[in-house]
């Protein structure tokens, strides 16, 4: 095990970090879900930690391995509105604010009081999805002077051209300060140790190519928030 002296150069500042990923409920016993781990966020927060940031969390289901550094304080959130409704709260508070966290884009429109039987849905199920608010858009829209906003995309493509040009496009579109952006496919992403960033500024400038562990990219995303903030 190597122990890194890190600078203390977040000192003084608050972090704001989500991550997992959301459930949706269907039913009392199941739920929409993603294959976010929370393991890119969760080293984000403790990376932030360790350079001397006063860190807060908004943990969406993490995988059982994937547990919060003690130092950052956690509040659990289920569903993809109530993680809006927790970052909304926390965010006055936060110098920076790193949305990780893989909120659903859909909730069930009618979510079942009981548990759903086959006998009602012979041969199909069909289940109405109601599209979500954008939690990160929100933030932005509420930005206050100083505030450094990061918003995070996972992208199935072809190429890293076709990663750029995403990013890009999202980065604009959001209105975030910072969007990382990586790659992800079935076999891509989710399960690995490691992770491999492109990070783009709000002009669509290549800010940081990051690959490594996911504690390495963690402190690359959080050289270029400081570099962001000083620029
Ligand atoms: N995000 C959010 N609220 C949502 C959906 C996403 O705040 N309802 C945030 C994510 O946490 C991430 C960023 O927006 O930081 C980009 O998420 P992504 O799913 O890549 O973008 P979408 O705008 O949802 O577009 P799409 O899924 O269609 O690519
Ligand atoms: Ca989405």
């Not at 999202?170 to 492109?198: C, P, Q």
């Amino acid at each position: 095990l190597a122990l890194v002296e890190r600078p203390r150069d977040l000192a003084g500042l608050s972090v704001l970090v989500s991550a997992g990923g959301t459930r949706e409920p269907i039913d009392p016993v199941r739920f929409l879900g993603n294959r976010s781990s929370g393991r890119q966020g969760v080293a984000i927060a403790r990376a932030a930690a360790d350079r001397g940031a006063t860190v807060t969390l908004v943990a969406a289901h993490l995988d059982a391995d994937v547990r919060p550094d003690p130092r950052v304080e956690v509040i659990s959130v289920g569903t993809a509105d109530e993680l809006g409704r927790a970052m909304d709260a926390t965010a006055p508070d936060a110098d920076v604010i790193i949305m990780a966290a893989a909120v659903a884009d859909y909730s069930v429109a009618a979510v079942s009081e009981h548990k759903l039987r086959k006998q009602e849905s012979p041969g199909t199920l069909t289940l109405d999805l109601v599209e979500n608010r954008d939690v990160v858009a929100g933030l932005v829209a509420a930005r206050r002077p100083g505030q450094t906003i990061v918003a995070f995309a996972a992208e199935t493509v072809d190429s890293e051209q076709e990663l750029l040009e995403r990013a890009r496009a999202k980065a604009a579109r959001k209105g975030v300060d910072l969007l990382a952006a990586n790659a992800v496919g079935w076999t891509r992403g989710f399960e690995s140790a490691d992770n491999a960033l492109t990070i783009v500024g709000r002009d669509g400038d290549v800010v940081s190519m990051a690959s490594g562990t996911k504690d390495d990219t963690a402190h690359a995303l959080l050289d270029a928030v400081l570099a962001a903030r000083t620029r």
